[in-house]
């Protein structure tokens, strides 16, 4: 069982290292603008500020890492994908990125005052190795805060494509199995982590979030170019049914779109802890 469990998140993990090799222009296009929204209230939950040592950990383009160097903190970001290095780097040519796994982060022991990790830990096949990696890394009395997106009901942009799957097109596909993306959207799944980790004082809070896309396909063209476990599931459709997909989605995306910009509703949560 347990042979079977390390092999799947072995698969899980070279099917999201490969597709976040292939993504990192289209990610920052979509989706830099949306994950974005969720850094103040990270980087406040970790107490981020002049002169700590910080890590951003799943850094993907560095956004996290850029808004705690603007604060005064000296910022490193690791992610464990080469071109999503790259991105950050050529977008934050002052801040050291290297390439890295959260979950076997190549860092030594309380080196860092505060780390977050912004959406990433739901792209982890062991994300609890990520929380114990978290909390070895920061010095005690450091902070630790994370984010995840809400359940697919609040966050709009998942539902109507999840919806349309399971409603036109065939939502079990053979792809490698990793944890439930979900799994975090439950405050008390978050606290279970962070001290399960060693963290003390778990505290998680909702921040309202909008997703400005282009009018149209925009959803589509965002789930199916600018990620990597929902695009996986697109592109197991055949085509007749994914067109039937991408159109089921333009109608739903048209009753948020006005004066021709779609605002979608893409909540998330921030959890947060102390290492004792
Ligand atoms: C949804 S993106 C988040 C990027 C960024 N933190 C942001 O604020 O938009 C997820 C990122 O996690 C990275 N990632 C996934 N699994 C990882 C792992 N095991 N170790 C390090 N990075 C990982 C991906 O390469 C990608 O850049």
Redesign the pocket.
């Known amino acids: 069982m347990l042979r079977g469990m390390i092999l799947d998140a072995e698969k899980f993990?070279t099917f999201?290292?490969s597709?976040?090799?292939s993504i990192?222009d289209s990610?920052?296009q979509a989706?830099?603008q949306?994950?974005?929204q969720?850094?103040d209230a990270l980087l406040d939950a970790a107490r981020v500020k002049k002169g700590i040592k910080f890590l951003?950990?799943?850094?993907?383009?560095?956004?996290?890492a850029a808004e705690a160097t603007k604060r005064g903190a000296i910022a490193l970001?690791?992610?464990?994908?080469k071109s999503?290095v790259e991105r950050a780097r050529r977008l934050h040519a002052d801040i050291d990125f290297r390439?890295?796994?959260?979950?076997?982060l190549p860092l030594g022991n309380g080196l860092f005052d505060a780390a977050a990790?912004?959406?990433?830990i739901?792209?982890?096949?062991y994300p609890e190795k990520?929380l114990v990696e978290a909390h070895r890394v920061l010095r005690s009395g450091g902070r630790f805060a994370f984010?995840v997106w809400c359940n697919p009901k609040e966050t709009i942009g998942f539902s109507i494509v999840l919806r349309a799957v399971e409603a036109h097109g065939e939502p079990r596909v053979e792809l490698p199995e990793g944890p439930p993306f979900f799994r975090y959207s439950d405050p008390p799944e978050c606290e279970r982590g962070l001290i399960a980790a060693g963290f003390e004082a778990p505290s998680v809070t909702k921040i309202t979030q909008v997703w400005r896309l282009p009018p149209g396909d925009g959803l589509f063209n965002a789930m199916l170019d600018s990620?990597?476990r929902t695009a996986g599931l697109l592109r197991a459709q055949k085509t007749t049914v994914l067109n039937k997909i991408r159109e089921v989605m333009r109608a739903e995306v048209e009753k948020y779109t006005k004066r021709d910009v779609v605002n979608l509703p893409m909540p998330a949560l921030v959890a947060s802890g102390v290492k004792p």
């Open positions: 993990r999201e290292h597709g976040w090799e990192p990610y920052h989706f830099g949306l994950t974005s969720t850094i951003d950990i799943a850094s993907g383009p560095g956004y996290v970001g690791i992610d464990f994908s999503m390439e890295g796994d959260a979950e076997a990790m912004n959406f990433g739901l792209h982890l096949g990520a984010s990620t990597v």
